[in-house]
């Protein structure tokens, strides 16, 4: 693949868009290469993805301008569906994805990132919804999942306005978990830079989770999702059914059985995944 970089460190995957010199922006061969490399993700032994962008300044600056300059309302439509059939598939992956926002997350950028289960960034993102200054709506879902995120108010504001916010405030309105800063010693020198503490956060966020058992991270995934789409008496009916799921499992077997056990010397082993 030219523009997306996977990598595997054990139970953990790492997707990175690589296209820095457009600011990894997302023209149609990127979206192709995002679903080409979900789909090749070996879920027998990845346990949580991180998403990120190459490079030190940009997350993903957005759906590609110059490709979209040129479309029709017909050919407008069908680029939107792309981007939503990729992101919705980022959204209902079986296993949770973290997005690592290292830099500008506008339009597209800031939509794929809320395709993801959790969003961390580092202090210097941007995120911003810029479309209607380009005559255009928002068009990877960032109208329906900005509103579900921060609520209809804030969504419409940043909508309306193409007011760009920093990471700060990304924080203060929800729609980030964690703002990662760089490390400086005593005489102000930088340690670690953001970037590199941002990966460090999300790899040691993604192994917390790939630890736990996986049949049950993966219900908790889909119940989530599938609950907010439904009525409260519908989704807690699809929570029992995923809770019920877990049980006979040798995980839940193992997980509760070295709970009661009450040998102090007794060491856990890894889940299973069955
Ligand atoms: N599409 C295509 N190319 C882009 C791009 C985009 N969204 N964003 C940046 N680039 C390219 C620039 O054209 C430039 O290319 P060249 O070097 O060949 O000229 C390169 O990336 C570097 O960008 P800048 O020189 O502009 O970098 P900067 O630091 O001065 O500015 C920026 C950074 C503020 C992010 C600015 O690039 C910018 O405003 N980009 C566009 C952001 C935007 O409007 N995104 C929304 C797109 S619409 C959308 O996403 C629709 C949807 O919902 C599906």
């Known amino acids: ?118 969003r961390i960034c580092s202090d210097n993102a941007v995120f911003g919804q810029p479309e209607v200054g380009l005559g255009i709506t928002p068009g990877f879902g960032g109208t329906q999942r900005l509103a579900r995120l921060v609520g209809a108010g804030m969504a419409k504001q940043m909508i309306y306005t193409a007011r760009n916010i920093k990471a700060p405030e990304a924080l203060r309105i929800g729609l980030v978990n964690d703002v990662i800063a760089a490390t400086v010693d005593a005489e102000g020198n930088v340690t670690a830079t953001a970037q590199e503490n941002l990966m460090a956060a999300a790899e040691k966020m993604a192994a917390g989770i790939a630890k736990n058992a996986p049949i049950a991270v993966r219900n908790c995934k889909k119940a989530i999702n599938d609950g907010l789409d439904a009525t409260m008496d519908d989704a807690l009916v699809i929570e029992e059914k995923l809770f019920g799921d877990c049980f006979e499992t040798e995980d839940q077997q193992y997980g509760m059985a070295f709970f009661l056990d009450k040998n102090k010397e007794k060491v856990k082993e890894p889940f299973k995944n069955k």
Not at 1 to 10: A, I, N, R, T
Not at 82 to 91: A, C, H, L, Q
């Open 1 to 118: 693949m030219e523009f997306v970089l996977y990598e595997q460190k054990g139970a953990v995957g790492i997707i990175t868009i690589n296209r820095p010199k457009a600011l990894n922006a997302l023209n149609s061969q990127v979206l192709e290469e995002l679903d080409e490399a979900f789909s090749s993700v070996n879920l027998d032994e990845v346990r949580c993805l991180i998403l990120t962008g190459a490079g030190e300044k940009s997350f993903v600056a957005g759906a590609d301008i110059g490709e979209m300059s040129t479309l029709t309302k017909a050919e407008g439509e069908a680029f939107g569906k792309k981007g939503n059939d990729v992101f919705r598939k980022i959204e209902t992956f079986p296993i949770p994805v973290i997005a690592a926002i290292n830099g500008f997350a506008l339009g597209g950028g800031c939509e794929i990132s809320m395709s993801c289960d959790i």
